[in-house]
């Protein structure tokens, strides 16, 4: 019987988070400081009170406008820490209450953040994406997860090098390169190869949607870890019926 009172516990602490993640992703791509100045109406500039940034709770409350102008209030900030709680209470069911939980839960955020950012602004921020693949090897696997990430890495980086040259063009970003390197730290083998294939089928619908216009990798790559990783022992079964019989 799951503890109610700690699933309470661990999605505040998740849309906790998802409030940073919303600073974070409105602030990086800008070049701007993430810790100063304040929280403040992205309209009028004027600096939030305390109780303007309670994550979900304030948004309901504002009735999604700001307090001093009335100007709309993205329905993102409150999706995003929604996201983020509902990310964390799904890894402690996955994983429980073990140490590395936070961790991995951060990594998620991370991509979540990347997911967002590229989505919005075409871009995949270096010190974000660094800091989700260096959080990824921390846990009881340390070696493992640091070969996983550097061949998965590696090889994305082969396979962009060989597809640029015969497409006489840039054929994936360098922050997907990184973003694998993640993936093959959470996920291992074969299970990357399994994310990876997912994340293609996933983009192959928006893609045909918008043929005259570049789809941005990151967020399927980033969704398709988070699927893998929580029914890894569905794909495991998946791929050995396809394989095997």
Known sequence: MFNIYLIAIIFIFGIVIGSFLNVLIYRIPK??????????CQT?????????NIPIISWIILGGKCYFCKDQISIQYPIIEFL??????????????VWYLPIVFLVFALLLALLVIDFK???????????????????PHFIDSISYALMSAGGL?????????????????EGDIIVAGTMGALLGFPLFFYALFLSAILAIVPSLMVKDRMVP?????????????????????LANWIIYG
């Open 31 to 40: 070049g701007e400081n993430i810790a100063y100045p304040p929280s403040r």
């Open 121 to 139: 602004y075409f871009a995949v921020p270096d010190s974000l994406n660094l800091l989700a693949l260096t959080l990824s090897v921390i846990n």
């Open 217 to 237: 990798f990151v967020p399927f790559l980033s969704i398709a870890t988070f699927i893998v990783y929580i029914f890894d022992n569905q794909f495991i079964r």
């Open 44 to 52: 009028c500039q004027t600096p939030l009170r305390w109780w303007h």
């Open 157 to 173: 980086a082969l396979l962009r090098y060989y597809l640029s040259y015969l497409l006489k063009k840039e054929a994936m970003g």
């Open 84 to 97: 983020s709680g509902l990310i964390a209470v799904i890894l402690y069911f996955k994983l429980g209450l």
